[in-house]
C-alpha cells in the first residue's frame, strides 16, 4: 500500500488547512454553541455531503479525501469539525441512503446547504449500547407515523432541526426501524440543554404521539441489518477527529520541549521525555495506519465492521493517551483553560463512548477472532 497522498490529496489538504485557518481559525477553542456559521462555510465550498452520491446532491468523493478533510478541520478548530461530521459522517448519511425521494429531493438538500442539521436519535434511559433494548415505538396511522417515546444524550440536540429517531414497530428486534423526525413536529419537545464534560451541548428529546408524514420513515424493520453498517463511516469520523487533535497537542508539545528550558536545558534533552515523545509517535502512527486500513478497504465507502472498530479503539485510546501527556510536559500552562490542551484532553476522553464504546467495540473484535457472536445478556447461553 502507497501511504503517500497523491498531488489531488496534497491540494485537498492545503486548500482546506489554508480555509479552515482563515474562517475557523479566530475563534477555535472558543465556542459554546454549534458552529452554524462553519456549517453555511463548509456547505459554500462544496465540503457537505463529501462522499454522498452526486445524484442526491453529494460531491462523489472517496472517504479518505473526507477523512483528510476531517483531520484538515479538526486540527485548526475541532468545532468547526463537528458541523463537518454532521454533515459528511452522521446520520446524514443514513437519510441519503435510506430517504424516500421526498426526503431526499425536500429535506436532504436543507442539511447540504446548512440551513438544518440532523442527529441520530438512538440511545435511551434504559438503552445505550443494548441497542436492541429501546422502547420507543413508532405505528403506521394513515399518511403518518405515530411515535412515543423518549430519546437522550443527542449530539447537538439543542440546536438540531432534525433527528433519525429509531423506534419499534413491533415487539422484536427486527421490527426496529428509523425515522427521520423533524422538531417542529407536534408532539416533539426538548429537556434542558445539558454539558458534557467537553463542554457540548445534549438534551432529552421526548415524543409524546408525535407526527410525522410516513414518507419520513427511513426504515420499518431490520434496521438493526441494513442500517447498522453505516456507523463503520461514523467511526471513521471519530477516530479521524481524535487522531488529528491528538497529533496537534502532540506538535504543540515537541515545539514547546525544543525551547522550555529547566535545570539550565532544553526539556528535551531529558531522556524520560524523550521516551514519552517516542511513544506517543509510535501510537500515533499506528493509529493512522489503522484508519488507513480501515478506509483503503472500505467496499462501497463503507469500511468493515471489525477493521473500523480496531481503528476507533486504538485512536479514541491513542489520543487519550497523547493528549494528557502533552498536557503535563506543558506543566501548569497545559492545565490552564487559557490554552487548549486541557480541553483536547477533555474531548478525546468523550469519544471513547461516543459512536461506540471501546468496550462494545471490543467486543465486534473478539467474534471476528472467533468467528461467532457473543451475547452479553444475562442468562445467555454460552
Known amino acids: 500500500m502507497d501511504f503517500d497522498l497523491n498531488p489531488e490529496q496534497t491540494a485537498l489538504v492545503d486548500s482546506v488547512s489554508k480555509l479552515a485557518e482563515r474562517e475557523f481559525g479566530a475563534r477555535a477553542y472558543q465556542r459554546t454553541e454549534f458552529a452554524w456559521d462553519s456549517l453555511k462555510t463548509l456547505a459554500e465550498h462544496d465540503l ?16 479518505l479525501d473526507a477523512v483528510l478533510v476531517m483531520m484538515a478541520i479538526t486540527k485548526v478548530c ?33 442539511f447540504l446547504n446548512g440551513d438544518a442539521l440532523v442527529t ?9 449500547s443494548a441497542l436492541t433494548d429501546l422502547r420507543t415505538s413508532a405505528r403506521i396511522e394513515g399518511d403518518e407515523v405515530v411515535i412515543d417515546g423518549q430519546k437522550c444524550w443527542n449530539s447537538h440536540g439543542p440546536d438540531a432541526t432534525h433527528s433519525v429517531v429509531w423506534c419499534r414497530f413491533g415487539p422484536s428486534s427486527r421490527d426496529i426501524g428509523a425515522v427521520l423526525v423533524p422538531f417542529d413536529a407536534p408532539g416533539v419537545t426538548r429537556g434542558k440543554r445539558e454539558l458534557h464534560m467537553s463542554g457540548e451541548s445534549h438534551c432529552q428529546l421526548f415524543f409524546d404521539g408525535a407526527r410525522v408524514p410516513r414518507e419520513y420513515v427511513l426504515a420499518e424493520k431490520d434496521a438493526l441489518k441494513n442500517m447498522l453498517s453505516i456507523f463503520g463511516v461514523e467511526r471513521m ?12 497537542a502532540y506538535e504543540q508539545a515537541v515545539e514547546h520541549a525544543k525551547v522550555r528550558q529547566a535545570f539550565g536545558k532544553d526539556l528535551c534533552e531529558f531522556q524520560g521525555l524523550q521516551w514519552k515523545f517516542a511513544d506517543m509517535r509510535v501510537k500515533l502512527d499506528a493509529s493512522r495506519l489503522l484508519i488507513l486500513r480501515a478506509v483503503a478497504n472500505a467496499d462501497a465507502n463503507t469500511p468493515d465492521s471489525t477493521e473500523a472498530a480496531i481503528a476507533k479503539v486504538h485512536a479514541n485510546q491513542t489520543a487519550f493517551d497523547v493528549a494528557n501527556e ?7 500552562s497545559g492545565y490552564s483553560q487559557e490554552f ?15 459512536g461506540g464504546s471501546a468496550e462494545i467495540l471490543k467486543n465486534t473484535i473478539a ?4 468467528g461467532r457472536r457473543f451475547d452479553q445478556r444475562a442468562g445467555a447461553s454460552k
Open 326 to 332: 502533552a498536557m503535563q510536559i506543558f506543566g501548569a
Open 120 to 128: 441520530a436519535g438512538m440511545s435511551e434511559p434504559d438503552a445505550g
Open 237 to 248: 469520523g471519530n477516530a479521524s477527529r481524535a487522531l488529528a487533535l491528538a497529533e496537534f
Open 340 to 354: 487548549p490542551l486541557e480541553y483536547i484532553v477533555r474531548r478525546t476522553r468523550g469519544w471513547m463512548i461516543a
Open 78 to 110: 475541532p468545532h468547526s469539525a463537528d458541523a463537518f461530521q454532521a454533515s459528511n459522517f452522521g446520520a446524514i448519511r443514513q437519510v441519503a441512503k435510506f430517504g424516500s425521494d421526498h426526503v431526499k429531493e425536500e429535506v436532504l438538500p436543507l
Open 48 to 63: 457537505t455531503g463529501l462522499t454522498l452520491p452526486v445524484e442526491v446532491g453529494g460531491q462523489g468523493a472517496s472517504l
Open 367 to 370: 467474534g471476528a477472532i472467533f
